[in-house]
């Protein structure tokens, strides 16, 4: 199942805005000019690669930086100008050279620190970011943006404790930054602390009415209590600020596809892809949700997309193989069945609906009870009996094998723990069948 997220498997959502934001470090402003004629033209050569730098003409701004050195080689601060200038180029080795060459003119230059450890935590060099992180900090204490550094490197090797502290202490020296209460509540987030979180991203929200990661992130909280209403609402208000916000997109539609809005889902989902062609989720969801509509023909090229994209994404081989169950491809949901379970054997719905197919398949050659029954009890203890499909299949293994007795008794639970009408009007049919002495075989309730 999706989980919308801003984070996915990568540092949280506000490390974006971080990028962002480091990478537009104010430029130190240029010495007033020196009598001499060198320092004059140096001077002057700076202030043109700062407006050229704030212009976003980055090469420009290199060149610019690059003359006033050559007019004054003795520079930090020019040096780290051109440094920071080049990571947005990028070229993150040169920005290495710079930034090092800065620390050696003026090994009290915070800025620079900050500076490398951002290049290094690009390259997940994550221990040498938080040791340059930790030099700025020695330098300059009341830095907020050191620590507010450090506590995003911290995060994303998951010292969390120790990323609280730092953003705790960030926020302290600057508690009007949106930024810092959305990341920190990222955090806490990531510890289960939703209702901490929620504070912490309903403040960013209230400092910058248009940040719209941290609709984004509230919403997402809302998503893991549960409350899908609530984070519909809340991905909503971000994309009325930020329309292409593919990520906004799948979280909503994921949303949607809760609470059975299945074709506003996949429009949604749709909507995703038109911002971020190349994500796989999105094709992962709509195509969910084209399958629950009874498009499944959509839904298998969905997943076709989605694996083309991402060939081990965890869930959408054993998608497809559903898929191909309920478009008569036994044969197809067979071979990516056993995929999904090669990959993950404690994939449960894999397990449940290769069980099922094992027990009924109307083609005796893909049926065997017997291992059926395997993957039927491995699926019901991963779920631990609280699942009516793991049960059912477990039912529908003992019916093959010709064990009715034990087949009505786990039908019998599936049924109570069924809630869908639908659902329930099947597994009923079922549990006669077994009453009845008769093995299950699809197509069947």
């Known amino acids: 199942m999706l989980t919308p997220s801003r984070s996915r498997g990568t540092p949280p959502a506000a490390l974006a805005a971080l990028v962002a934001t480091a990478l537009a470090f104010p430029l130190a402003a240029p010495t007033p000019a020196d009598a001499q004629d060198a320092s004059v033209r140096a001077a002057e050569a700076r202030a043109k690669g700062v407006a050229l730098h704030q212009l976003k003409d980055y ?43 800065a620390l050696k003119l003026d090994p009290k230059l915070a800025d620079a620190y900050i500076g490398l450890g951002r290049i290094y935590a690009a390259q997940g060099r994550i221990d040498e970011a938080v040791a340059d992180y930790s030099r700025a900090v020695e330098i300059d204490p009341k830095d907020p943006l050191a620590l507010f550094a450090r506590a995003q490197a911290e995060t994303s090797r998951r010292s969390y404790a120790k990323a609280l502290a730092d953003y705790d202490a960030a926020i302290r020296l600057a508690p009007s930054s949106a930024l810092f209460h959305l990341s920190r509540g990222d955090v806490r987030r990531a510890l289960g602390e939703h209702g901490k979180a929620v504070e912490d991203f309903t403040r960013a929200i209230r400092l910058d009415p248009k940040l719209a990661d941290a609709y ?92 083309e994209l991402a060939p081990d994404h965890p869930s959408a081989r054993t998608g497809r193989g559903i898929v191909r169950l309920l478009q008569k491809r036994y044969a197809d949901a067979a071979a990516d069945l056993d995929a ?64 009715f007795p034990t087949a009505v008794s786990w039908q019998a639970m599936a049924l109570n723990l069924s809630r869908d009408p639908d659902e329930r009007t099947k597994a009923q049919a079922r549990l006669d069948l077994y009453k009845q002495g008769k093995p299950l075989r699809d197509p069947a309730p």
């Open 216 to 307: 984004d992130a509230r919403a997402a909280v809302a998503f893991d209590q549960g409350k899908h209403l609530d984070a519909v609402a809340d991905y909503g208000r971000a994309l009325k600020i930020d329309p292409d916000d593919a990520l906004a997109h799948l979280g909503r539609a994921t949303a949607l596809f809760e609470l059975r809005e299945y074709d506003l889902a996949a429009a949604d989902y749709g909507r995703a892809l038109e911002s971020a062609p190349e994500l796989a989720d999105a094709y992962y969801g709509r195509a969910r949700a084209l399958a629950q509509t009874g498009d499944f023909d959509r839904a298998a090229a969905d997943y076709d997309k989605a694996l």
């Open 340 to 403: 999904a379970l090669q990959h993950n054997p404690d994939d449960a719905v894999a397990a449940t609906h290769r069980a099922r197919l094992l027990a009924a398949s109307p083609d005796a050659k893909l049926r065997d009870g017997a291992r059926a029954r395997e993957l039927a009890e491995h699926a019901r203890a991963l779920t631990r009996e609280a699942e009516p499909h793991a049960l059912a299949a477990l039912a529908a293994a003992d019916a093959e094998l010709g064990r």
């Open 59 to 101: 090469a420009g701004a290199v060149s610019a930086f690059t003359e006033a050195l050559e007019l004054d080689p003795k520079d930090a601060l020019a040096y780290f100008d051109r440094a920071t200038s080049w990571a947005e180029v990028p070229d993150l080795d040169k920005a290495t050279a710079d930034y090092a060459e």
